[in-house]
T-cell receptor, first 115, second 115 residues
Framework: AQKVTQAQTEISVVEKEDVTLDCVYE???????LFWYKQPPSGELVFLIR??????QNEISGRYSWNFQKSTSSFNFTITASQVVDSAVYFC????????????FGSGTQLTVLP | EPEVTQTPSHQVTQMGQEVILRCVPI?????FYWYRQILGQKVEFLVS????????KSEIFDDQFSVERPDGSNFTLKIRSTKLEDSAMYFC?????????????FGDGTRLSIL
C-alpha cells in the first residue's frame, strides 16, 4: 500500500531564511506521481508541482525548488528566502497506478515564517 | 484560469439531517473527486467518479454517502444522515485527460459543521 510521511509537523523560520520540507513515500509501483500542495490559512488547497517517477531532475520555480531522489524515496521541497506569505500547511501527496486516481496525502507540515 | 468552485463555503447542519455539498468542476475535466479533511488532520480520499459512475471509494465512503452528477456541470456529495464525526472540510477536485499524471485541482472547500 502507498504511504506518505512528512515527519516535520511544524517548522518556524525567520523571513529570508531558506527552509526545506521533507517528504518520504512508499509504493510498490514503478510508475507513480508525486505532488506538493499548499494550504494557506484560508483553507484552500493549491497545487504546486507534479513529478513522475521517471523524471528525477530537480526543478526550480522562482523561490521554490524540489529535490526528487528515488534511491531514498524522498521528494523534498525547499523555499529560498522565505516570506511571511509562505506561511501555510504544505502537503506532499502520492498517486500510483495501484490506486486509480486516489491521492494519498502526508499529514502536512505547518510552516510559519516570522517577520 | 479555470477553477473548481464549491458551494456553500460553510454549512451548519443538525445531526441526523441530510446535507448536499455542491461542486462545479473545471469544464473540460473528466475525473471528479471528493476528499475530506477533519480539522488539523490530513486530507483523506473519499471517492472518485468517472463516466457517470464511481470508480473508486474509500472505507470512509459508506452507505451514508452518495455522489451524483445531475447535469453536465455539477457534481454533488450527499450525506444522508449526518453524524457529529462528519464535521470536516470537504474538498472537491477534478482532473482532465487520461492517465494518472494529470494534477487534481481542488476547490476552496466546504466547511461542514454538524451540531
Amino acid at each position: 500500500a502507498q504511504k506518505v510521511t512528512q515527519a516535520q509537523t511544524e517548522i518556524s523560520v525567520v523571513e529570508k531564511e531558506d527552509v526545506t520540507l521533507d517528504c518520504v513515500y512508499e509504493t510498490r509501483d514503478t510508475t507513480y506521481y508525486l505532488f506538493w500542495y499548499k494550504q494557506p490559512p484560508s483553507g484552500e488547497l493549491v497545487f504546486l508541482i507534479r513529478r513522475n517517477s521517471f523524471d528525477e531532475q530537480n526543478e526550480i520555480s522562482g523561490r521554490y525548488s524540489w529535490n526528487f531522489q528515488k534511491s531514498t524515496s524522498s521528494f523534498n521541497f525547499t523555499i529560498t528566502a522565505s516570506q511571511v506569505v509562505d506561511s501555510a500547511v504544505y502537503f506532499c501527496a502520492l498517486l500510483d497506478s495501484g490506486s486509480a486516481r486516489q491521492l494519498t496525502f502526508g499529514s502536512g507540515t505547518q510552516l510559519t515564517v516570522l517577520p | 484560469e479555470p477553477e473548481v468552485t464549491q458551494t456553500p463555503s460553510h454549512q451548519v447542519t443538525q445531526m441526523g439531517q441530510e446535507v448536499i455539498l455542491r461542486c462545479v468542476p473545471i469544464s473540460n475535466h473528466l475525473y471528479f473527486y471528493w476528499y475530506r479533511q477533519i480539522l488539523g488532520q490530513k486530507v483523506e480520499f473519499l471517492v472518485s467518479f468517472y463516466n457517470n459512475e464511481i470508480s473508486e471509494k474509500s472505507e470512509i465512503f459508506d452507505d451514508q454517502f452518495s455522489v451524483e452528477r445531475p447535469d453536465g456541470s455539477n457534481f454533488t456529495l450527499k450525506i444522508r444522515s449526518t453524524k457529529l464525526e462528519d464535521s470536516a472540510m470537504y474538498f472537491c477536485a477534478s482532473s482532465g485527460g487520461l492517465g494518472n499524471n494529470q494534477p487534481q485541482h481542488f476547490g476552496d472547500g466546504t466547511r461542514l459543521s454538524i451540531l
